[in-house]
């Protein structure tokens, strides 16, 4: 069936008054763009974002709109004159509110499988000399590289990001039979599983978001990998001291921790307790302007930067104890 898109042209003052009205009047399902919203999310959730898309950022720009869409099914036109009715009471119920223009903007949309076409945003990716991160759906197009099986539709971490890709091809370089991998900020779990593939005695993930648990049990069960080799565990290091107590009871050959800078910062004075003494480290979803924070904080911390890799603006490095000869 084909839709008809309307976008309400508004303003940050008004876009809350349009929203409540439309749905007063009936009308669901709405979609609303704010950059004041988004500009809001941003200030409120700084800790966790390094890199802000700039080009979708000026597509913000002064921008306030309401989405809606409609089935092509006859009675479309009534629903349209019915929404202008419910704009243009809003003009009179608030004349001193800057509501905007509410101009109308229509687009037909021709009909197509919706729940299907979101998968061509997740082809297969190749990462490194011998890995593929594949969806779930695809799961047989390894291209004869080993395969990491995910769910892209569950939570980041999807295996295209470049800070990924680093880790994975440090991993490709240093993962032995015996390797025990510790992952702080785990998300889906492609970190884990990715070292369970190249041949990894066991991996834990660790993210404070209680859905990463199941997510990454859920992914690691697509790849044939179980509780006898993956544990997900949820909670913050740096707070959680039993946890952290039972994380570090036996230590670990490789701690990877792909977040951002400041977390990353964060988390330094507790790395090396997890290291077995020759264990390595590997931080990255590091901005290149943020690099030598990064290195500072490792260093005041014992740890002592080996090995970098760089991509685009973002960058991996790998660590040692400093007592490490």
């Not at 597509?59 to 009534?78: F, Q, W």
């Not at 993956?230 to 009871?249: I, P």
């Not at 390595?280 to 590091?286: A, D, F």
Request: proline share 4%.
């Amino acid at each position: 069936m084909d839709y008809l898109e309307l976008i309400i042209d508004t303003s940050s003052d008004g876009i809350e008054l349009a929203a409540n009205a439309l749905t007063s009047g009936g009308f669901d399902s709405l979609v609303v763009e704010d950059q004041a919203e988004y500009e809001t999310f941003l200030e409120d959730n700084r800790a966790y974002w390094d890199y802000i898309d700039e080009d979708f950022q000026k597509r913000l720009e002064g921008l306030s709109r309401i989405k809606l869409y409609l089935e092509v099914d006859g009675t479309e036109e009534a629903q349209r004159r019915k929404l202008e009715k419910i704009l243009a009471s809003l003009k009179t119920r608030f004349p001193d509110r800057n509501l905007g223009s509410l101009n109308i903007t229509e687009n037909l949309l021709p009909e197509t499988n919706w729940e299907e076409s979101w998968k061509d945003n997740y082809p297969v990716q190749p990462v490194g000399e011998h890995l593929i991160v594949v969806p779930c759906w695809n799961a047989e197009e390894t291209q004869g590289r080993l395969p990491v099986i995910l769910d892209p539709g569950l939570t980041f971490g999807t295996g295209a990001h470049p800070s990924t890709q680093m880790v994975m091809e440090f991993m490709e370089q240093h993962i032995t039979p015996e390797s025990r991998v510790i992952d702080l900020g785990s998300g889906s779990g492609i970190l884990s599983i990715t070292a369970l593939r190249l041949g990894a005695k066991s991996a834990a993930g660790v993210d404070i978001d209680p859905k990463a648990e199941d997510i990454a049990r859920e992914n690691a069960a697509y790849n044939h990998f179980g509780p006898e080799c993956f544990t997900a565990y949820t909670g913050n290091v740096t707070e959680d001291h039993a946890l952290m107590e039972q994380l570090c009871a036996a230590p670990y050959d490789l701690v990877l921790v792909n977040i951002v800078a400041d977390v990353i910062i964060g988390l330094a004075p507790v790395l090396r307790h997890f290291l077995k003494p020759d264990g390595r480290v590997i931080c990255s979803g590091i901005l290149d302007v943020r690099e030598d924070d990064v290195l500072r904080a490792l260093e005041s911390a014992g740890l002592e930067v080996i090995e970098r890799k760089a991509k685009e603006d973002w960058r991996s490095v790998m660590a040692k104890r400093r007592d490490t000869v």
